[in-house]
């Protein structure tokens, strides 16, 4: 049955609505109301519900998104061409801990079944993970990998997978640079993410500048240089030998077997104590989750985004932490962020975080506007600030107990903004490096995007979206859009979705079709 004509406005001050039909509609198209569009609209974008005079605001989610560049009359296409972007909000005089949001009863009685680690966190799944220093030794430490797999891995059916950590630092730059701590922190903490076991092991060349002993210093995981055959072990005091590094290197290696061959041995310990692991019922407050958008279209912050923001709500009444990030996504809602700081001082941490983000932007003679993509523009948003108010949907209406710096480790509960880039993989990237034990990730354009390290729920923004891509989407939001669902039936679908995939019970698309992305540092520092 072909669908009448429909539109969706988000809030009643709204002067602009969101297109819903597949494929869009024609010149001469009306609405229930009595809108008649003046041009052809595409799916997604928006229509004028009044008409403009040249220098009028243009408003979406009670925001102004932007200003009229000429007269536009009632019904006409609005899309970036047509409308100029509002200057950025400043970092003074912004409300600070002002939002306080009515409390909400825990909810209580959800479980799924995690690994237990004896640092207190819990895994979604049992991986073995071997860290690398440097990125000379990626392919090496990949060729190991692929024949652990095939041979090893077989024997230990209690382990879900085997991942190399590579990445492109470790040598060449400037490692004592202030700004160097990021990347060196992040390869750090991903190394001790919850689904790794607590089991490091790690690969370096030798001559590398992040030496072994500088990415996990004592107090981490201590390194001992006293050698067993041509393996060093980590681990002391009774540290149960939890950690191991090879060099490649070093003098007892002759030949690229023997390489392989030190991997492999090393590997084939952790592995045996992984496979000693088993399930246990664990509280839902021991979730980590991430949350992220990528690939976004105008229908991410109608549909996907505000039912992960239901979700996001539902985990934090049930004791467990979210975090949200990616900088340029939610800087024009910056006022929004500290007005629903916990306290003052999380206020000050998001303001700080911004304000490093604005300077690092601005030595690279960029600012927020080069964020917004041709992908996310052909989706209907005009601009980063009409992409922002939808992104900061994801992190729904609960108090933000707390910020993280980009590379740090989660050490408390409840909403974390966790700042980060808003590009996919480094932003996705960080969160690992955060703790996360799950990830959550809307698409309206679509992206095959997915980490090989926790399970990544992709949720769809369209339901032709879902329709086309229907082996890569998770999750169907689309039908919020066209009444078949609400906000709150798909965010329920999510959350218990979250617990039969932590569990082991179900896999995401992307596990299934092992797709997986690189992971890629954020390195702020000079390269030399």
Excluded at 12 to 41: K, M, S, W, Y
Excluded at 57 to 66: F, H, Q
Excluded at 350 to 373: F, P, Q
Excluded at 416 to 429: E, N
Aim: net charge negative; proline share 6%; glycine share 10%.
């Amino acid at each position: 049955m072909e669908q009448s004509p429909l539109y969706i406005r988000v809030h009643p001050q709204d002067n602009v609505a969101i297109v819903v039909n597949d494929g869009g509609l024609p010149e001469g198209a009306t609405f229930a109301d009595g809108l008649t569009l003046r041009e052809r609209v595409p799916q997604g974008h928006k229509v004028a519900l009044a008409d403009f005079a040249e220098g009028d605001e243009v408003i979406r989610y009670n925001v102004v998104i932007g200003y009229a560049l000429k007269n536009l009359p009632k019904g006409s296409w609005i899309n970036e061409h047509v409308i100029r972007m509002p200057s950025p909000p400043g970092l003074e005089g912004l409300p600070i801990a002002t939002v306080k949001p009515p409390a909400m009863p825990p909810l209580e009685g959800f479980t799924f079944e995690g690994y237990r680690n004896a640092d207190g966190s819990v895994g979604t799944r049992n991986i073995l993970a071997i860290t690398t220093t440097v990125q000379c030794v990626a392919d090496v430490v990949q060729h190991a990998v692929t024949r652990i797999k095939a041979e090893l891995l077989p024997r230990f059916p209690n382990v879900d997978d085997v991942v190399s950590l590579g990445h492109t630092y470790g040598c060449g730059v400037a490692i004592d640079a202030p700004d160097a701590m990021v990347p060196i922190r992040t390869v750090r903490n991903i190394s001790l993410n919850p689904n790794f076991g607590g089991e490091v092991m790690m690969v370096s060349l030798g001559c590398e500048k992040l030496q072994p002993e500088r990415l996990m210093p004592p107090g981490t995981i201590p390194i001992v240089t006293t050698a067993v055959d041509d393996v060093a072990d980590i681990g002391d005091n009774g540290a149960d030998d939890n950690g191991d590094v090879v060099v490649l290197q070093d003098e007892a290696h002759v030949g690229f077997q023997s390489m392989i061959d030190s991997i492999m041995r090393m590997a084939e310990r952790h592995l045996e104590r992984l496979n000693n692991r088993r399930r246990e019922t664990c509280p839902a407050s021991e979730l980590v989750v991430g949350v992220q958008c990528g690939g976004s279209d105008a229908f991410s912050g109608l549909t996907a985004n505000p039912a992960v923001g239901f979700a996001t709500d539902l985990l934090v009444r049930a004791g467990a932490t979210v975090m949200f990030s990616e900088v340029t996504e939610v800087r024009d809602g910056v006022d929004q962020l500290t007005s629903r700081a916990a306290n003052p001082e999380v206020a000050q941490a998001i303001i700080r975080e911004m304000a490093w983000y604005d300077d690092y932007l601005k030595r690279g003679s960029a600012d927020r506007s080069a964020n917004t993509t041709p992908g996310n523009k052909k989706g209907g948003l005009s601009n980063i600030v009409e992409k922002a108010m939808g992104s900061i949907i994801k992190s729904g209406n609960s108090p933000i107990s707390g910020v993280l710096s980009p590379g740090e480790k989660v050490k408390q509960k409840g909403l974390i903004y966790a700042a980060t880039p808003a590009s996919d993989f480094i932003c996705g990237t960080l969160q690992l490096a955060a703790g996360i034990n799950l990830h959550v990730f809307t698409t309206g354009r679509g992206t095959p995007y997915s980490l090989a390290e926790v399970p990544v729920i992709k949720v769809a923004t369209r339901s032709d979206l879902a329709r086309r891509w229907h082996d890569l989407m998770d999750v169907n939001a689309g039908t919020i859009a066209t009444g078949e669902a609400s906000i709150e039936d798909v965010g329920w679908e999510l959350f218990r979705l979250m617990l039969e995939i932590a569990s082991g019970r179900k896999q995401t698309c992307a596990e299934a079709l092992k797709l997986h992305n690189a992971l890629v540092l954020f390195n702020p520092a000079p390269v030399t």
